[in-house]
Protein backbone atom coordinates (compact mmCIF):
# COMPACT_ATOMS: atom_id res chain seq x y z
CA UNK A 1 0.00 0.00 0.00
CA UNK A 2 0.98 3.22 -1.16
CA UNK A 3 0.00 6.71 0.80
CA UNK A 4 0.47 9.71 -1.66
CA UNK A 5 -0.25 13.31 -0.50
CA UNK A 6 -0.68 15.43 -3.90
CA UNK A 7 -2.50 15.43 -6.63
CA UNK A 8 0.72 15.36 -8.98
CA UNK A 9 1.66 11.85 -7.31
CA UNK A 10 -1.63 10.29 -7.26
CA UNK A 11 -1.99 11.15 -11.20
CA UNK A 12 0.95 9.41 -11.74
CA UNK A 13 0.88 6.34 -9.72
CA UNK A 14 -2.99 5.63 -11.36
CA UNK A 15 -1.59 6.71 -15.08
CA UNK A 16 1.13 3.68 -14.28
CA UNK A 17 -1.07 1.32 -13.32
CA UNK A 18 -3.34 1.61 -16.23
CA UNK A 19 -0.50 2.01 -18.52
CA UNK A 20 0.68 -1.96 -17.70
CA UNK A 21 -3.25 -3.48 -16.47
CA UNK A 22 -5.79 -3.55 -18.03
CA UNK A 23 -8.33 -3.65 -14.80
CA UNK A 24 -10.35 -1.59 -13.53
CA UNK A 25 -9.70 1.23 -10.76
CA UNK A 26 -12.26 1.27 -7.61
CA UNK A 27 -12.34 4.47 -5.54
CA UNK A 28 -13.83 4.62 -1.79
CA UNK A 29 -13.71 8.09 -1.33
CA UNK A 30 -14.00 8.75 3.11
CA UNK A 31 -13.29 11.97 5.79
CA UNK A 32 -11.57 9.02 7.58
CA UNK A 33 -11.63 8.16 10.84
CA UNK A 34 -12.13 4.71 9.28
CA UNK A 35 -14.18 2.25 11.39
CA UNK A 36 -15.85 -1.33 9.59
CA UNK A 37 -18.39 0.11 7.54
CA UNK A 38 -15.85 2.09 5.79
CA UNK A 39 -13.83 -1.35 5.94
CA UNK A 40 -16.78 -3.19 3.94
CA UNK A 41 -16.95 -0.78 1.46
CA UNK A 42 -13.04 -1.25 0.73
CA UNK A 43 -13.57 -4.89 1.30
CA UNK A 44 -16.14 -4.73 -2.00
CA UNK A 45 -13.83 -2.23 -3.81
CA UNK A 46 -10.96 -5.06 -3.66
CA UNK A 47 -13.44 -7.83 -4.86
CA UNK A 48 -14.51 -5.62 -7.83
CA UNK A 49 -11.70 -3.83 -8.87
CA UNK A 50 -7.95 -4.20 -9.88
CA UNK A 51 -6.53 -1.03 -7.85
CA UNK A 52 -8.06 0.18 -4.92
CA UNK A 53 -7.90 3.55 -4.10
CA UNK A 54 -8.74 5.43 -0.95
CA UNK A 55 -9.05 9.05 -0.03
CA UNK A 56 -8.71 10.16 2.93
CA UNK A 57 -9.92 14.08 3.23
CA UNK A 58 -12.15 16.12 6.09
CA UNK A 59 -13.83 18.36 3.14
CA UNK A 60 -14.33 21.95 4.67
CA UNK A 61 -16.78 22.73 1.79
CA UNK A 62 -18.98 20.63 3.37
CA UNK A 63 -19.79 21.82 6.75
CA UNK A 64 -21.68 24.54 8.22
CA UNK A 65 -20.61 26.85 10.11
CA UNK A 66 -21.02 25.82 13.80
CA UNK A 67 -20.39 22.54 12.56
CA UNK A 68 -17.80 20.03 13.64
CA UNK A 69 -15.28 20.52 11.30
CA UNK A 70 -12.75 21.67 13.65
CA UNK A 71 -13.77 18.74 15.78
CA UNK A 72 -14.25 15.99 13.54
CA UNK A 73 -12.28 13.03 14.51
CA UNK A 74 -8.86 12.27 12.86
CA UNK A 75 -6.44 8.94 13.56
CA UNK A 76 -4.40 8.62 10.50
CA UNK A 77 -2.25 5.79 11.79
CA UNK A 78 -5.38 3.66 12.76
CA UNK A 79 -6.83 4.51 9.43
CA UNK A 80 -3.56 3.55 7.63
CA UNK A 81 -3.33 -0.14 9.35
CA UNK A 82 -7.32 -0.76 8.28
CA UNK A 83 -6.60 0.60 4.60
CA UNK A 84 -3.94 -1.84 4.51
CA UNK A 85 -6.01 -4.52 6.06
CA UNK A 86 -8.80 -4.17 3.61
CA UNK A 87 -6.59 -4.78 0.93
CA UNK A 88 -6.11 -1.15 -0.77
CA UNK A 89 -3.62 -0.26 -2.54
CA UNK A 90 -3.41 3.85 -3.27
CA UNK A 91 -4.68 6.22 -0.11
CA UNK A 92 -5.11 9.61 -1.13
CA UNK A 93 -4.45 11.97 1.55
CA UNK A 94 -4.70 15.62 0.57
CA UNK A 95 -4.55 18.76 2.76
CA UNK A 96 -7.33 21.07 2.77
CA UNK A 97 -4.54 23.68 0.52
CA UNK A 98 -3.64 20.51 -1.92
CA UNK A 99 -7.87 20.08 -3.15
CA UNK A 100 -8.44 24.02 -2.98
CA UNK A 101 -5.83 26.05 -3.31
CA UNK A 102 -7.83 29.14 -3.60
CA UNK A 103 -11.18 30.02 -2.96
CA UNK A 104 -13.34 27.48 -5.23
CA UNK A 105 -15.35 29.65 -7.86
CA UNK A 106 -16.79 26.79 -9.75
CA UNK A 107 -19.48 24.61 -7.36
CA UNK A 108 -21.14 21.50 -8.36
CA UNK A 109 -24.70 21.95 -6.92
CA UNK A 110 -27.43 19.24 -7.41
CA UNK A 111 -31.34 20.45 -7.63
CA UNK A 112 -34.13 18.36 -6.44
CA UNK A 113 -32.99 15.64 -4.56
CA UNK A 114 -31.32 17.68 -2.33
CA UNK A 115 -34.71 19.60 -1.51
CA UNK A 116 -35.34 17.58 1.96
CA UNK A 117 -33.33 15.37 4.35
CA UNK A 118 -30.14 16.56 5.42
CA UNK A 119 -30.08 19.18 2.28
CA UNK A 120 -33.02 21.12 4.26
CA UNK A 121 -31.30 20.87 8.03
CA UNK A 122 -28.19 21.65 6.31
CA UNK A 123 -27.84 24.55 3.74
CA UNK A 124 -24.74 24.22 1.58
CA UNK A 125 -23.42 20.31 2.91
CA UNK A 126 -24.31 18.78 -0.37
CA UNK A 127 -23.03 21.69 -2.84
CA UNK A 128 -19.87 21.05 -0.37
CA UNK A 129 -20.14 16.78 -0.87
CA UNK A 130 -21.04 17.24 -4.86
CA UNK A 131 -17.96 19.58 -5.71
CA UNK A 132 -15.25 17.57 -3.56
CA UNK A 133 -16.43 14.08 -5.30
CA UNK A 134 -17.14 15.68 -8.56
CA UNK A 135 -13.14 16.91 -8.04
CA UNK A 136 -12.19 13.36 -6.62
CA UNK A 137 -13.62 12.10 -9.95
CA UNK A 138 -11.78 14.31 -12.00
CA UNK A 139 -8.11 13.18 -9.36
CA UNK A 140 -8.72 9.90 -9.81
CA UNK A 141 -11.02 8.45 -12.67
CA UNK A 142 -12.36 5.14 -11.08
CA UNK A 143 -14.49 2.59 -13.04
CA UNK A 144 -16.36 2.19 -9.79
CA UNK A 145 -16.73 4.16 -6.59
CA UNK A 146 -18.64 2.61 -3.68
CA UNK A 147 -20.41 4.62 -1.31
CA UNK A 148 -22.75 3.60 1.83
CA UNK A 149 -26.74 3.49 2.06
CA UNK A 150 -25.68 4.79 5.72
CA UNK A 151 -25.69 8.01 3.49
CA UNK A 152 -28.56 7.16 1.09
CA UNK A 153 -28.89 10.93 0.35
CA UNK A 154 -25.50 11.45 -0.34
CA UNK A 155 -25.76 8.41 -3.01
CA UNK A 156 -29.05 9.87 -4.42
CA UNK A 157 -27.39 13.21 -5.04
CA UNK A 158 -23.85 11.58 -6.76
CA UNK A 159 -25.81 9.52 -8.96
CA UNK A 160 -27.71 12.47 -10.38
CA UNK A 161 -24.74 14.32 -10.60
CA UNK A 162 -23.11 11.16 -12.38
CA UNK A 163 -26.19 11.54 -14.84
CA UNK A 164 -26.43 14.38 -15.23
CA UNK A 165 -22.43 15.42 -16.04
CA UNK A 166 -22.27 12.19 -18.23
CA UNK A 167 -19.43 11.30 -15.95
CA UNK A 168 -18.01 8.23 -17.17
CA UNK A 169 -18.31 5.93 -13.41
CA UNK A 170 -20.24 3.13 -12.06
CA UNK A 171 -21.75 4.04 -9.01
CA UNK A 172 -21.59 0.97 -6.53
CA UNK A 173 -24.44 1.21 -3.22
CA UNK A 174 -23.17 -1.08 -0.16
CA UNK A 175 -25.29 -1.82 3.01
CA UNK A 176 -25.39 0.23 6.26
CA UNK A 177 -22.89 -1.91 8.68
CA UNK A 178 -24.16 -1.58 12.27
CA UNK A 179 -22.84 -2.25 15.64
CA UNK A 180 -23.76 -5.36 17.30
CA UNK A 181 -26.61 -3.97 18.94
CA UNK A 182 -28.04 -2.09 16.02
CA UNK A 183 -26.55 1.38 15.77
CA UNK A 184 -25.41 2.29 12.32
CA UNK A 185 -21.48 3.18 12.53
CA UNK A 186 -20.44 6.24 12.04
CA UNK A 187 -17.16 8.08 12.74
CA UNK A 188 -19.23 10.79 14.93
CA UNK A 189 -20.24 8.16 17.39
CA UNK A 190 -17.14 8.74 19.54
CA UNK A 191 -18.66 12.11 20.40
CA UNK A 192 -21.27 10.40 22.69
CA UNK A 193 -21.31 9.98 26.51
CA UNK A 194 -22.27 6.19 27.86
CA UNK A 195 -25.97 7.48 28.40
CA UNK A 196 -26.18 9.02 24.68
CA UNK A 197 -25.17 5.75 23.19
CA UNK A 198 -27.01 3.58 25.28
CA UNK A 199 -30.48 6.61 24.40
CA UNK A 200 -29.08 6.12 20.82
CA UNK A 201 -30.38 2.37 20.51
CA UNK A 202 -33.50 4.06 19.32
CA UNK A 203 -32.71 4.97 16.14
CA UNK A 204 -32.63 1.37 14.78
CA UNK A 205 -34.93 -0.16 17.05
CA UNK A 206 -38.11 2.84 15.48
CA UNK A 207 -36.39 1.75 11.99
CA UNK A 208 -36.89 -1.75 12.76
CA UNK A 209 -40.59 -0.98 14.36
CA UNK A 210 -41.22 0.55 10.95
CA UNK A 211 -39.96 -2.35 8.78
CA UNK A 212 -42.00 -4.63 10.90
CA UNK A 213 -45.05 -2.00 10.64
CA UNK A 214 -44.88 -1.98 6.79
CA UNK A 215 -44.74 -5.59 6.43
CA UNK A 216 -47.98 -6.06 8.15
CA UNK A 217 -50.09 -3.39 6.52
CA UNK A 218 -50.86 -3.11 2.95
CA UNK A 219 -51.80 0.32 2.98
CA UNK A 220 -50.77 3.29 5.31
CA UNK A 221 -50.17 7.10 5.16
CA UNK A 222 -46.16 8.46 5.76
CA UNK A 223 -48.11 10.32 8.35
CA UNK A 224 -48.68 7.41 10.12
CA UNK A 225 -45.16 5.70 9.80
CA UNK A 226 -43.37 9.04 10.75
CA UNK A 227 -45.34 9.02 14.18
CA UNK A 228 -44.57 5.62 14.90
CA UNK A 229 -40.85 6.15 13.89
CA UNK A 230 -40.92 10.01 16.31
CA UNK A 231 -42.86 8.20 19.06
CA UNK A 232 -40.45 5.47 19.97
CA UNK A 233 -37.38 8.26 19.47
CA UNK A 234 -38.72 10.59 22.22
CA UNK A 235 -38.93 7.77 24.56
CA UNK A 236 -35.21 8.81 24.55
CA UNK A 237 -35.22 11.67 26.55
CA UNK A 238 -31.99 12.89 25.33
CA UNK A 239 -33.02 13.09 21.94
CA UNK A 240 -33.83 15.81 19.79
CA UNK A 241 -35.46 14.78 16.33
CA UNK A 242 -34.02 17.18 13.81
CA UNK A 243 -35.92 15.25 11.19
CA UNK A 244 -38.24 12.02 10.74
CA UNK A 245 -39.13 11.66 7.25
CA UNK A 246 -40.76 8.60 4.35
CA UNK A 247 -39.93 9.70 0.97
CA UNK A 248 -39.48 7.39 -2.33
CA UNK A 249 -36.09 6.24 -2.77
CA UNK A 250 -34.00 7.20 -4.66
CA UNK A 251 -36.09 10.46 -6.03
CA UNK A 252 -36.76 11.80 -2.67
CA UNK A 253 -40.34 13.04 -3.21
CA UNK A 254 -43.23 12.91 -0.39
CA UNK A 255 -45.33 10.24 -0.62
CA UNK A 256 -49.03 10.36 0.60
CA UNK A 257 -50.77 6.38 1.19
CA UNK A 258 -47.29 4.66 0.76
CA UNK A 259 -48.67 1.32 -0.52
CA UNK A 260 -50.72 3.13 -3.65
CA UNK A 261 -47.58 5.39 -4.88
CA UNK A 262 -46.30 4.67 -8.43
CA UNK A 263 -42.83 4.46 -6.22
CA UNK A 264 -42.59 1.31 -5.00
CA UNK A 265 -39.36 1.61 -3.04
CA UNK A 266 -39.62 4.02 0.07
CA UNK A 267 -37.15 5.61 2.65
CA UNK A 268 -37.39 6.48 6.22
CA UNK A 269 -34.99 8.46 7.18
CA UNK A 270 -33.93 10.54 10.27
CA UNK A 271 -31.51 13.17 11.66
CA UNK A 272 -31.50 12.98 15.85
CA UNK A 273 -29.51 15.04 17.96
CA UNK A 274 -28.24 14.02 21.15
CA UNK A 275 -26.53 16.77 22.98
CA UNK A 276 -24.07 18.44 19.97
CA UNK A 277 -23.89 15.20 18.02
CA UNK A 278 -26.01 14.52 15.26
CA UNK A 279 -26.97 11.09 13.52
CA UNK A 280 -28.16 10.18 10.49
CA UNK A 281 -30.05 6.24 9.95
CA UNK A 282 -32.43 5.24 7.23
CA UNK A 283 -33.85 2.19 6.04
CA UNK A 284 -35.19 1.66 2.35
CA UNK A 285 -37.86 -0.70 2.07
CA UNK A 286 -39.55 -2.35 -1.21
CA UNK A 287 -43.10 -1.70 -0.70
CA UNK A 288 -45.66 -4.43 -1.61
CA UNK A 289 -48.07 -3.11 -4.41
P1 LIG B 1 -17.56 9.36 5.75
O1 LIG B 1 -16.13 9.09 6.08
O2 LIG B 1 -18.46 9.43 6.92
O3 LIG B 1 -17.72 10.51 4.80
O4 LIG B 1 -18.06 8.08 4.94
C1 LIG B 1 -17.37 7.61 3.82
C2 LIG B 1 -18.19 6.54 3.15
O5 LIG B 1 -18.41 5.48 4.08
C3 LIG B 1 -19.58 7.03 2.72
O6 LIG B 1 -19.90 6.45 1.46
C4 LIG B 1 -20.46 6.51 3.80
O7 LIG B 1 -21.80 6.30 3.40
C5 LIG B 1 -19.79 5.20 4.14
N1 LIG B 1 -20.18 4.75 5.47
C6 LIG B 1 -20.11 5.45 6.64
N2 LIG B 1 -20.65 4.74 7.66
C7 LIG B 1 -21.09 3.57 7.11
C8 LIG B 1 -21.75 2.42 7.64
N3 LIG B 1 -22.08 2.33 8.92
N4 LIG B 1 -22.03 1.41 6.79
C9 LIG B 1 -21.72 1.50 5.48
N5 LIG B 1 -21.10 2.56 4.92
C10 LIG B 1 -20.79 3.58 5.72
Known sequence: MEVVHTITELRTRIREYRRINDQSVGFVPTMGYLHEGHASLLRKAREQ??????SIFVNPLQFGPGEDFERYPRNTERDLELAEASGVDLVFMPDVKEMYPSANRTIVSVEGVTARLCGASRPGHFDGVATVVSKLFHIVQPDQAFFGLKDAQQIAVIEQMVFDLNLDVEIVPCPILREADGLAMSSRNVYLSKEEREQALVLSQSL?????????????????????????????????????????????EPLEAVSSSDDDTIIIALAVKFGKTRLIDNLILQVRK
Open 49 to 54: SGLVVL
Open 208 to 252: MQAKAFVESNRLFTSEQLISKVSRHIETAPLAVIDYVEVLSYPSL
